[in-house]
Each structure stands twice: as C-alpha cells, then as structure tokens.
C-alpha cells in the first residue's frame, strides 16, 4: 500500500526542487571547474565551505532545467519505503511542475503565486500560496534570493553512495520541513550522485535523477494549471 499523499509529502517536495536548482548548478561545474583552488581538508577534497560557495556561484547560472527523477521516501516507526518516478521542470524565479507517473499519477505545480497539488485518484486538487518573499530557505532559494555559504553550515558527513563524497547541509535558520540535507558528489567529477532531505520526523527522501537538461528556455505557460472539473478544491490559499 501506497504511503498517503499528504500536504507535508507536498511541502517536502518543495523543499527538494528548491535546492535541485543547485544540484543542477553543480553539475555543471564538473565540465566548467574541475577543481577548487583552496584550503583543502584533506588530499583529496575542499574544505566543505569551499564546496558549498563552488555549488552557489553554479547555481546562480542556472535558469531552468528538466529532468527525469526517481524519489525514495523511508520513514515512520516500521520505516516502510516507497518508490515513485516522473518527470520535472523548474524555472527561476519559483516556477515548477512535479508530474509523478508511477505507481500512482499526480502533480505538484507552482506557477509563482500559487501551488497545486492534484491527486487524480482521490479527485482532489489542494490550493495554498507559494512562499517566495521572505520564508523559509527553500523558498528563497527558488526565489533567486539565497545563498549556501550564508543560510548553511556544511560539514562532510559519511557518503550514502559508494565511492562519493557527502556534504551535509544544515540550515542556520530552524527549517519546518527537513532538518539538513545532504549532498553526495563524485569526487573525481564534482558530479551530484545522490541528494537526501531528513526531516523532522525522522524520515529520509533520496532523490536521484536522469536526463537533466539545463537553461532550456522553458515557457512560462508549462507552469500553468487548471483545474479540472468535477474535483473536490481544498483552498488555503490566503489571497485570489
């Protein structure tokens, strides 16, 4: 059985787009920036804060981008799993488009103002406003207004994926959707392997990602949303 698609599922979400946009960023840096000119803790790697710097300076390149993701989710007192996969498209600034496809279709899509979250099987669409002018670190990231170095401290913490490096990211403001984040990277690449969120309750969301596309030029239009008819509309939305 399928773990309930829940508003704090939909918030945590949120929170991981906001930093895909840095994922992305450092992704690019394995072509662009091999290696890092700095005060190095070891042989073989940046001192964590150099890292997180490398990461924003990419991330403030990046426009937009697609992807194909795949989401693991563990948590709860049995720590039960589950997998899901689908597409993405995020712009700057605030913009994107969740479209989960298996097991079970649904959609989470943010067009700036507002954000939607549409489960077809229970013929439900949850409105709320989108927090981008002055909230939560994830929010101002998407927003264009945050920066790693600044709203993070990093340190390296052992790797979830074999043969990388992990950067753990902890916000320095106290976050009501994740903990801290952590970020494995090949080290011969600077490549994102694997990204995991931790929140609050204990469970932890990796996601992994194929066919990323960068600076695509993505209409605006791709964020639209309409509701469909005939579902029921949960509207917290504080604003028209």
Excluded at 10 to 28: D, E, F, H, K, S
Excluded at 50 to 73: E, P
Excluded at 96 to 112: C, H, I, T
Aim: overall charge positive; glycine content about 8%; cysteine-free.
């Amino acid at each position: 059985m399928m773990r309930p698609f829940t508003l704090s599922r939909a918030r945590r979400w949120w929170t991981l787009a906001a930093v895909l946009m840095a994922v992305a960023a450092l992704n690019l840096s394995a072509q662009s920036s091999p290696a890092v000119q700095t005060r190095a803790t070891g042989p073989s790697r940046p001192a964590p804060e150099v890292l997180a710097k490398s990461l924003q300076q990419r991330y403030d390149g990046i426009r937009d981008f697609t992807a194909d993701f795949s989401q693991t989710y563990r948590g709860g007192v049995l720590r039960t799993r589950t997998v899901e996969q689908g597409t993405v498209s995020v712009k700057k600034p605030g913009l994107m488009r969740w479209q989960y496809l298996k097991p079970e279709k649904k959609e989470f899509v943010a067009n700036g103002k507002k954000t939607y979250l549409y489960i077809p099987q229970d013929r439900q669409v949850i409105v709320n406003d989108a927090d981008t002018e002055g909230g939560s670190t994830s929010s101002l990231f998407l927003a264009g207004k945050g920066d790693l170095a600044r709203d993070f401290t990093s340190t390296y913490v052992e790797s979830p994926v074999a043969g990388t490096q992990a950067l753990r990211l902890t916000p320095r403001r106290r976050q009501p959707d994740y903990e801290y984040l952590v970020v494995a990277v090949d080290p011969a690449t600077l490549q994102i392997r694997g990204l995991v969120t931790h929140d609050a309750q204990g469970g932890d969301s990796t996601l992994t990602f194929t066919n990323l596309k960068e600076n695509q030029g993505i209409s605006d239009k791709v964020f639209d949303f309409r509701i469909p008819r005939g579902v029921d509309v949960v509207n917290n939305a504080a604003r028209n």
